[in-house]
């Protein structure tokens, strides 16, 4: 099977195209390196193009590598070609500027990346038998009233990238209708683990405590901290693409909840790092404009379609990430949740 990842050499990208070489994928990345790093793919032998020159390229390269990298736009007519030649099976569209408040800071930009050009791409594929796996977000429920939301829930976006995921979903519905797009929406909550990074002021809860212990700083509290989030460690992101693309399913445009299935506060994992770190001091500011109080999804539709199981709940997830960050060797972990 022949596959593209876009945002390939981000976290969630390049932790999902690890996991199809291994699976022996035929893996393409597009990646325009905004936020991601070909580091992100070290242990991969992989071979670099840029998308200025993807034509000659490929007509000039034979030799197999485990992923070929493609550095520029995943919207580069370039791309957009290969895409409508379709000699993809299936395309893994991972790649957003993903964040909330960088959203509500920079609406416009974060539309032309989360809606023009990603419109390209799926307008690319409605003449090919290509299946279109779309990174969709559980912030396009907004503060959901019931817990667990189910996808049956109605949407209530609060920020830009909130529309800007929820438009593209519609989007999507309407491609199938009219093309017979084969399309799917997976709507992840709270990705967390390693590789991802926490030097950015709009980095997760997880990585940025995690960074400021490693830089020896204060860690940021938002709020009042009984905010709580469904965290979703990211073996099972990877795990629920997996299955989307191997389905017998035909889809037309239909959303899952990629999650636990259960809650965890801010403060429940500030302690943890209280009683499991030397020195921390925490440093209290406002609740960032444009996040939602509590998520907690409903996975029963995913499951019950798809076959989703979580492999790692958060506890344990957490424990991962932190031996990522090589605190075990500080015998930071003396104590366990």
């Known amino acids: 099977m022949k596959v593209l990842v876009t945002g390939g050499c981000g976290f969630i990208g390049s932790s999902l195209t690890k996991e199809l070489v291994r699976l022996g994928y035929e893996v393409d990345v597009v990646d325009n390196m905004s936020s991601g790093s070909l580091s992100s793919l ?98 396009v429920y907004g503060g959901a009233e019931t817990l667990p939301t189910s996808e049956s829930m109605h949407k209530n976006p609060k920020s830009p990238y909130a529309w800007q995921k929820s438009s593209f979903e519609e989007l999507i519905k ?41 830089e020896s700083s204060n860690l940021r509290s938002d709020g009042d901290g009984e905010q709580t989030r469904d965290l979703c460690y990211i073996d099972n992101i990877v795990n629920a693409n997996i299955l989307a693309a191997n389905s017998s399913k035909k889809f037309s445009g239909e959303c899952y909840n990629i999650a636990c299935g259960d809650q965890t506060s801010n403060n429940e994992i500030l302690q943890y790092f209280l009683n499991n770190f030397n020195n921390i001091k925490v440093t209290h500011a406002p609740e960032r404009l444009g996040d939602v109080k509590h998520t907690c999804a409903d996975i029963t539709r995913a499951r019950d379609d798809l076959g989703y199981i979580p492999i790692v709940h958060f506890w344990e997830g957490l424990k991962k990430t932190i031996e990522w960050w090589g605190f075990v060797e500080l015998d930071a972990l003396s104590k366990t949740h």
Not at 112 to 136: G, M, P, V
Not at 182 to 196: E, H, K, M, S, T
Not at 207 to 212: I, L, S, Y
Request: with cysteine.
């Open 42 to 139: 070290d242990g991969l032998n992989i071979r670099v193009t840029f998308a200025d020159f993807l034509e000659e390229f490929m007509s000039k390269t034979s030799s197999r590598k485990d992923a070929t990298v493609i550095q520029g736009d995943f919207s580069h007519s370039s791309v957009l070609d290969l895409v409508s030649s379709g000699i993809y099976d299936v395309i893994f569209h991972q790649a957003a500027i993903p964040r909330v408040l960088y959203s509500v800071e920079n609406p416009y930009e974060t539309s032309d990346i989360n809606i023009l050009r990603s419109t390209a791409l799926l307008e690319a594929c409605k003449n090919t038998n290509t299946r279109f796996i779309f990174a969709s977000s559980s912030s």
């Open 174 to 214: 309407i491609f199938s209708n009219l093309y017979g797009t084969d399309a799917i929406c997976l709507r992840y909550f709270n990705v967390f683990g390693p590789g991802q990074l926490g030097d950015s002021p709009y980095s997760t809860s997880v990585a940025a405590w995690c960074n400021a212990i490693k």
